[in-house]
């Protein structure tokens, strides 16, 4: 007994302001929200149990739901690779043996910085509008840029522009990577007349693999959980034609502008599954591709 | 070619041939950074455009906003500046305190509780912790809208609604995974001998958290440091629904004020104190992010 | 500059914090006041809350037994935090509400009528019948309204003369309005057409199924339609007509402004085009964001058909269900609308007073927008029609759905038939749902 708790207790010390969190603030409100996702609740009266028909509903009945799926698997398959290739593109750039590098640094930040705030919303609007920045340079080059906002097959390409423009925080983050890899391992590629690209698959990616498998779980669920931009852009609703009904801005309308709370609750418990499902595979798939110092020896 | 490369040279001594070698290199080496720049300073552009359009906004007359799409202003106004500090009942000193101290508190919330749980999923071994970590994980998953109501609800019975508890408490409980997740994953690269040599020097789990892991992970907390700085002063929801009174809104809320539908709008005020807003992250992010490559530098950790 | 009553707080935490503001909302508010707290939430804009603090202060002034807090918010925010105060049961006591979305909380129970409050704590006897029957619901009253509010047609003055044709700005026709904006894109510079296209715009709809005779499109249950497809499909080839002859932008473009309520992307503001469709408050909220001088016009008539724009009230202020004190909260209310000090500070920022003598007396002090608004609303009596049945629950969403669909139309992706039948069968979906 005494060798079990000396071995355990040190771990539920430091976890214990986890645990206190987890349990008096997150698990009330996680378990009443899977509760309501098997009832009827407008927020006003008392919530009525009705079994599955919210998932029946879901399921077999409500095209938005389908929709929304869609728009959000699409954002996460564009969006989620090319943040990740940019952020690291820019952080390779950015490592060393560079002149006013924290000035670069600060400057490929600010966009992540104002975030998504209106003032967004209003310079995406003026940015990809007809007459727009982008489409004038675009006919620089003799291209009638379409109609970003308003037609629906561009649209979505607007938000993952955003998305890949805020790079901000991926791109921190592999900048701490790219400088906890050793300078020697390198220069001994150096004298083994190693390429650039060879140096790049040999040494930083494997390396760079923990970093990497970090970002690639966060900005997936990040991307799956999307909502404030594409709720500024769109005014709230995912126009044109539902081509940005992202899941969380369906769920929320649902929840907070039709009083559908049970019914968003599902799509709730819905998201966290799909969420669930690939953060498993990929914590599975990591065992191939991610090796951290600690479990080495 | 008419010096032809001492490599190709027979008669080359070995120290014209370094000499060569070391000149091609430095050659493709000041290649390679003029690319580099030109693709940075590209890409800078394209990244500073906002700001730069966002400060012209904040210097144009409201008229001149939405019908002109020229970056320019045809004059420089600095009035919105003055009016949109007082445009509101309360002024812009109260918000940017109200924010700076519940930034300050839940980041230092955030960076203590977060390391702490994260070094006891990284680096101890106890019963049910692959339970604990999956769970950790499936708090991040979830939609913080459908919480949201029954956590108020929570808060309301605590009678902590119209006060800063339900935004600065939690961070002290480490209830944003995201930074816990972060954290695993730096501690996990630091090498295990340093944990087994204190171990066997007689060093407690404490003592080995506070002596080692932490000074050899100041990149990790600046890091997070960094990012719960920006998510936490642009934060609004919550600040939005638990916050009653004018007088405790933050700056994020107190922009939403500016505009309406149905009367008149101050865009012109708002920009300029969405520009005022930004410098306090961005302050904190210049001298952050030296910690991110001093902190590796000074550990000499490789 | 108002002043706003500080909450008084008790509370060790608070003495710690030692900064004094900070500490007061780290702390725990304090009980025991003799005085009963009465909470206003509103949705506001910088003016708007400047007046309703001042208002607050002149009533706690006068009433030193109640002590009335204000709480503002922007319009979205507003309703979120409305949403979790219904859930939580801690709605302030008085809240603003709007003549749209009203049936669907009193359906909810989320208001308390006022009837007990009549002739009590509540004056009754000078508001004016519509008014009174606007504020009604269920055949209760639950609301007062400090103003009106009617919509309206706002275009740029220098674009319509430039282009050399007339009309009248009560009495025009929807023929008219094509005539107009047809010489307006001919007369303008290269991508500025003559108006904005209502047919995503189900405002818009509304008043043309008015103007056709279906004054009520609920039907009493709220369940269906008075109306079916070929009014919707009429309407949307009206405009296709003007469309079709150049008066507005093409119809990919116009697609991505439907349901958009922001005023900054609207065509008079941006200056793609000169006519937009807007509401008389909005008027002068326009105009602060342009250059050029605007014009208010009534929503254009139908050419034989009956009148369709109505008045109605701008806002109201309501007793929440979770009210504290409903005696304290109702005596509030009343002096919102009756205090003579407090509407002369309110002014018109809610609304035009119903009263003309009232809008007189507040016209020196105007500004060239508001003088706009206040003539305009002068000039349409007596063509306006009567006000409609408040909407069933559900009608938020169905306007939203509206808004989603027609878009088809400007896209010209389905044929109008498929479009029609596709939002009838969704809309009545939402109905049976709702």
Known sequence: MRKFLAKNAPGYIFLTPWLIGFFVLAIGPILISFYLSFTKYDIASPPKFTGLDNFDYMLFWDDRFWQSLKVTFAFVFLSVPGTLIFALAVAMALDKGIRAIGIYRALFYLPSILGGSIAVAILWRQLFSNNGVVNSFLALFGIQGPYWLSDPNYSLYTLVVLAIWQFGSPMLIFLAGLRAIPTELYEAAEIDAAGPVRKFFSITLPLLAPVMFFNLVLQMIEAFKTFNSAFIISDGRGNPLDSLLFFTLYLYNEAFSYFRMGYASALAWVLLLIIAAFTAVAFASSRYWVHYESDRG | MADALPLQNPNATTAEIAQSLRDIRERKKRRANLLRHLFLIICSFVMVYPLLWLLASSLKPDAEIFGNLSLWPTNFDWANYSEGWNALVVSFTQFFWNSTLITVLAVIGNVISASFTAYAFARLEFAGKNFWFALMMMTLMIPYHIVLIPQYILFLKMGWVDTYLPLIVPRFLATDAFFIFLMVQFFRQLPRELDEAAMIDGCSPFKIYWAIILPLSVPAMATAAIFSFIGIWQDFLPPLVYLNDVKDYTVPLALRMFSSQDSVSLYGPMFAMSVLSIIPIFFFFVVFQRLIVQGIAMSGLK | ?434
């Open chain 3, 1 to 434: 500059m108002s002043k706003i009553k500080r909450r008084t707080f008790m509370s060790r935490a608070a003495a710690a914090a030692g900064a004094s503001v900070a500490a007061s909302s780290l702390g725990l508010p304090a009980f025991g006041q003799d005085k009963v707290r009465i909470r206003h939430g509103w949705w506001g804009n910088p003016e708007r809350d400047r007046r309703t603090f001042e208002v607050i202060d002149i009533f706690n002034g006068k009433h030193p037994d109640i002590e009335v807090v204000g709480e503002t918010l922007g319009f979205n925010d507003y309703f979120t935090r409305l949403a979790t105060q219904i859930a939580g049961g801690n709605m302030p006591d008085c809240i603003q509400q709007g003549y749209g979305v009203m049936q669907e909380y009193v359906d909810r129970g989320t208001m308390i009528p006022l009837t007990d409050y009549i002739g009590k704590t509540i004056q009754i006897d000078d508001i004016d019948e519509s008014g009174l029957s606007a504020g009604t619901f269920n055949g209760e009253l639950y609301g007062l309204t400090i103003g009106a509010n009617t919509m309206a047609t706002v275009f740029n003055k220098r674009l319509v003369e430039a282009s050399g044709e007339t009309f009248d700005t009560v009495t025009w026709t929807y023929d008219d309005l094509k005539r107009v904006a047809v010489a307006i894109t001919k007369s303008s510079p290269d991508g500025v057409y003559g108006t904005d296209d209502s047919t995503a715009d189900w405002g818009a709809f509304g008043v043309f199924a008015g103007q056709s005779g279906y004054a009520i499109q609920y039907t009493e249950d709220g369940k269906d339609f008075t109306f079916d497809t070929p009014l919707i499909i009429e309407f949307w080839n009206m405009w296709k007509d003007i469309r079709d002859a150049g008066g507005t932008p093409p119809g990919a473009d116009s697609a991505g402004l439907a349901g958009q309520a922001d005023l900054t992307v609207q065509g008079v503001v941006t200056g793609q085009t000169a006519i937009t469709y807007a509401w008389s408050n909005q008027i002068v909220g326009i105009q602060g964001l342009m250059q050029d001088t605007v014009g208010a016009a009534m929503r254009p008539h139908l050419a034989g058909g009956q009148p369709g724009q109505s008045v109605q009230p701008s806002q109201f202020i309501c007793l929440s269900r979770d009210t504290v004190d409903p005696e304290a909260a109702t005596t509030y209310m009343n002096a919102f609308v009756h205090d003579p000090d407090m509407t002369a500070v309110l002014g018109m920022e809610r609304g035009i007073p119903e009263v003309s003598a009232v809008r007189q007396m507040l016209a020196p002090t105007m500004s060239a927008a508001e003088a706009t608004t206040v003539e305009y609303f002068d000039s349409i009596q007596g063509h306006v029609a009567p006000l409609a049945p408040p909407n069933p629950a559900g009608a938020r969403e169905i306007e939203e759905a509206f808004e989603r669909i027609a878009v088809n139309i400007l896209l010209d992706r389905q044929s109008m038939e498929d479009t029609a039948n596709e939002f009838m069968r969704e809309a009545r979906g939402i109905l049976r749902r709702a």
